[in-house]
T-cell receptor, first 112, second 114 residues
Framework: GDSVTQMEGPVTLSEEAFLTINCTYTATGYPSLFWYVQYPGEGLQLLLKATKADDKGSNKGFEATYRKETTSFHLEKGSVQVSDSAVYFCALSKGSQGNLIFGKGTKLSVKP | SAVISQKPSRDICQRGTSLTIQCQVDSQVTMMFWYRQQPGQSLTLIATANQGSEATYESGFVIDKFPISRPNLTFSTLTVSNMSPEDSSIYLC???????????FGPGTRLLVL
């Protein structure tokens, strides 16, 4: 069945460091791909999305490119801030089914 | 995006009791979903709430344990019945304008069962 695999956390970085969180997926057809972020004690917020191959989603300095050839959607940010400390979830959706399939989440801690 | 609220935001319940969680959205939406996030885990879809008909449950979830109502296009409830400590989780509703649209999540209900 369809699935999402994320790199294991936690990830600890210093402020202004470069961030990569790997995400790969297994799915038939052409899923849409998402990154959601969960700040401590809060619900999920949509961070960015891409709906077709080679699309790049971006928001708040974060970027991810939909790579169909490698079935990947890695999250990157050039310079992280303490306020980026959160849990990041990669997810896929197939329109015909409507529901989201999530990875296990990667906890990011950014130290000043 | 839609503004989604959930009530209660958190609760502590005794085993054997039931809790009903409400999800309200400020605009009409076609799709509403209920997810569970167990401590330190990812999100798992419980069911799709269908307006005017029975909810569609995912494997491992049954109506007797998680009855769902959806009386209109802006409101849904999830009941966690006959609770046990294993039901301690965050329960989140999400909404989407249609089946292909992006899902947006409510703030979640944090449930602790003693």
């Amino acid at each position: 069945g369809d699935s999402v695999t994320q790199m294991e956390g936690p990830v600890t970085l210093s402020e202004e460091a470069f961030l990569t969180i790997n995400c790969t997926y297994t799915a038939t057809g052409y899923p849409s791909l998402f990154w959601y972020v969960q700040y401590p004690g809060e619900g999920l917020q949509l961070l960015l999305k891409a709906t077709k191959a080679d699309d790049k989603g971006s928001n708040k300095g974060f970027e991810a490119t939909y790579r169909k050839e490698t079935t990947s959607f890695h999250l990157e940010k050039g310079s992280v801030q303490v306020s980026d400390s959160a849990v990041y979830f990669c997810a896929l959706s197939k329109g015909s089914q409507g529901n989201l399939i999530f990875g296990k989440g990667t906890k990011l801690s950014v130290k000043p | 995006s839609a503004v989604i609220s959930q009530k209660p935001s958190r609760d502590i319940c005794q085993r054997g009791t039931s809790l009903t969680i409400q999800c309200q959205v400020d605009s009409q939406v076609t799709m509403m979903f209920w997810y569970r996030q167990q401590p330190g885990q990812s999100l798992t879809l419980i069911a799709t709430a269908n307006q005017g008909s029975e909810a569609t449950y995912e494997s491992g979830f049954v109506i007797d344990k998680f009855p769902i109502s959806r009386p209109n296009l802006t409101f849904s409830t999830l009941t966690v019945s006959n609770m046990s400590p294993e039901d301690s989780s965050i329960y989140l509703c999400s909404v989407a304008a249609n089946r292909e649209a992006t899902q947006y999540f409510g703030p979640g209900t944090r449930l602790l069962v003693l």
